[in-house]
């Protein structure tokens, strides 16, 4: 079996859902579909949410409206028979209704993770209308059933693969199977979901616990490149990339893909596919086990990082203080990307400001603080990379008019990061596509 994920853009538009019913419909192999929401959707049920809990409930329904336009004029083109006509618009009444229902219930963190779960749900089930009107065989398969998470919040691959087992026995005549990406269950047993852009690990892991051939992630773009294409005019698709080098791609910037999405697949050794919905017979880029080359392959950059140093003189020869330190950001449960330190001072980079404040007041007993924000984390990703010759001059050599606030190199073999003024990261990105890949 194998797995095939579109994401939102993919199925935003009537003609785009058709389009991908044509490509699921090309496989041989039996087939889970996972689905977003139709783009845009989850911004507005986060809206909605939003709305709700600040007591808006005139600015929830307005939403509401809208969104519920929106999917009238979409199945308007989607399907064309009377029945599917129906059987669409009658989807569109539960799901409307259920969120005007809400309007009126008081808010809670679960009713929220209830709104948030519209999205998958409609477009699985509007798909599968389609489907069935094309007369194209298959099963839709509750996403809410079989995909869990701990009261870690984290999922359990042998228990969803014991679930998903059970569903995929009632249906074994069938070769093709559609499911929600993104929405689970939690450990009191209440909807939750897998944070944003979650559809991608939904993917792997569904993938892991069918021990699938393959797990493809269809996007709007050719592949992961090998710098940042909305910033730099000139990339070009990796073709092949380990499962660490995604990761740190994936994590330090590059947002084709969900970070999470990876460990499932590489654990249990299922190739990642980076496919390009538009261009199906694009290359795309493989993520397998083996990197198939040494050397640099791409940059990506992270941005809303805050640089915090704390120096001490007490630092000097003392142990136990780097444990101190991280214990406070431990305790505010913010974790820390890059660290860098001298004998008296230490400098680490997070990604959240939310508890900066308290953060600080607990760090200052430890020595003086000083807290950087508007920073960019630049990363540059490859195989073996410290053993690439001039590595090091070319990426230094390319950025000399750029002031560097810290230099990560040697955490792995894999990444050079770099965290710079976020105000230069585009220049940056520019000056390395030359200077690294020679790229203009
Ligand atoms: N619909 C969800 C989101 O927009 C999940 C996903 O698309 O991956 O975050
Ligand atoms: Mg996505």
């Known amino acids: 079996m194998k797995v ?7 199925v935003g538009r009537p003609e785009r859902m058709h389009h991908i019913a044509s ?58 028979s009377d029945e599917a006509v129906a059987k669409a618009q009658q989807i569109i009444d539960d799901h409307f209704e259920f969120l005007t229902i809400i309007l009126r219930i008081s808010f809670s963190e679960a009713l929220s993770k209830d709104i948030l779960a519209q999205g998958e749900l409609l477009s699985t ?11 194209i065989p298959h099963t839709l398969l509750p996403a809410l059933e079989f995909m869990t998470i701990d009261s870690y919040d984290e999922p359990q691959i042998g228990s969803i693969k014991v679930k998903l087992s059970q569903q995929l026995e009632q249906h074994k005549d069938k070769k093709l199977f559609i499911t929600q990406g993104y929405i689970c269950r939690n450990a009191k047993g209440e909807v939750d979901n897998l944070k944003r852009g979650g559809s991608d690990y939904s993917a792997s892991l569904i993938a892991a616990a069918i021990n699938a051939s393959a797990c493809e992630i269809w996007t709007d773009i050719d592949g992961m490149h090998n710098n940042d294409p909305r910033i730099v005019k000139k990339t070009v698709p990796v073709e092949q990339l380990s499962f660490e080098e995604a990761a740190e791609l994936a994590y330090f910037g590059a ?15 299922i190739p990642v596919k980076l496919l390009n919905t538009m261009q199906p017979d ?4 493989l993520i397998t086990a083996n990197a198939a080359s040494v050397g640099v392959k791409a940059v990506a950059a992270k941005d809303n990082i805050i640089a915090i140093r704390i120096k001490s003189s007490r630092m000097l020869l003392a142990y136990g203080f780097l444990r101190k330190i991280f214990e406070v950001f431990e305790k505010y449960r913010t974790p820390i990307d890059m660290i860098t330190t001298s004998e008296v001072a230490v400098s680490v980079t997070i990604d959240s400001s939310a508890f900066l404040k308290d953060i600080i007041k607990e760090l200052e007993p430890f020595g003086s603080v000083e ?7 630049i990363s540059v990703v490859g195989n073996e990379i410290s053993q690439t010759s001039d590595i090091i001059k070319r990426l230094f050599g390319s950025i000399l008019n750029i002031p560097i606030r810290m230099v990560s190199y040697g955490g792995s073999p894999h990444n050079i990061s770099l965290l710079v003024p976020a105000a230069q990261k585009d220049q940056i990105l520019q000056q390395l596509n030359k200077g690294m890949f020679g790229l203009e």
Do not use: C
């Not at 049920?45 to 336009?69: W, Y």
């Not at 947002?255 to 050794?269: E, F, G, T």
């Not at 807290?371 to 984390?377: C, F, K, T």
């Open 282 to 285: 694009a290359k795309g880029t």
């Open 23 to 80: 490509l699921v419909t090309k496989e041989t192999e039996p087939t889970i579909v996972v689905l977003s929401a139709l783009s845009g959707t989850t911004n507005a049920l986060v809206e909605i949410g939003n709305n709700i809990a600040r007591g808006d409930r005139e600015g929830a329904r307005e939403t509401i409206a809208k969104l519920e336009a929106h999917y009238r004029a979409f199945v308007s083109e989607l399907v064309k």
């Open 371 to 377: 807290v950087d924000e508007g920073q960019s984390i």
């Open 4 to 10: 095939m994920k579109f994401g939102g853009t993919s």
């Open 255 to 269: 947002k084709i893909l969900h970070p999470a999405s990876i460990w499932p697949a590489q654990q249990y050794s």
């Open 125 to 135: 089930k509007l798909f599968s209308v389609y489907l069935e009107e094309q007369g």
